[in-house]
């Protein structure tokens, strides 16, 4: 089973969308192997978005995710990080299709609600930065045997 890292950002926490956004996941049949509800240091979001540091939209983006409480969670599933990256939708609100979090929820790029893991490398990286030894849960769902033959 793969794992990915998904964070509410702090937009769709401010707007009240916690609870929707999570019921997506767990509709689909993910499971939740690890949540915090958490303030973001200047530090973490650096590292997280180290990638992005030469572009011109970084301070920003970093002043952004330090503003207000996200929610960080791991996610399980067989092909969660694609599984979830379609949940998601595209990071324009604009482009993202209706039925997506983005397209039914967002207004426009710089405040898109949602961040989850391209690929499963990303994803690796990502669970390590936000979570630490010990802190996921190992857990079986009594749903299992209904999504998976």
């Known amino acids: 089973m793969e794992r990915t890292f998904i964070a509410i950002k702090p937009d769709a926490v401010q707007r009240g ?3 929707t956004i999570i019921q ?13 509800f958490m303030n973001v240091s200047r530090e973490l ?20 995710i330090t503003s207000s409480p996200v929610v960080a969670m791991a996610w399980e599933g067989d092909g969660v990080v694609t599984g979830a990256r379609k949940i998601i939708g595209a990071t324009s609100p ?11 929820f967002g207004v426009t790029v710089g405040r898109n609600l949602i961040h989850g893991s391209d690929a499963i490398e990303t994803a690796e990286r990502e669970l390590g930065l936000w979570f630490k030894e010990g802190e996921l849960t190992d857990w079986s769902p009594v749903a299992t045997a209904w999504l998976y033959e």
Not at 45 to 58: G, I, N, R, T, V
Not at 94 to 104: F, K, M, N, P, V
Request: charged share 25%; aromatic share 12%.
């Open 94 to 104: 604009a482009a993202a299709d209706l039925g997506t979090i983005r397209g039914d």
């Open 17 to 19: 969308l916690i609870g």
């Open 24 to 36: 997506r996941f767990e509709a689909k049949g993910y499971k939740l192997v690890g949540m915090k």
């Open 45 to 64: 979001a650096e590292q997280h978005y180290a990638s992005l540091s030469d572009k011109p939209f970084f301070p920003g983006l970093v002043d952004f």
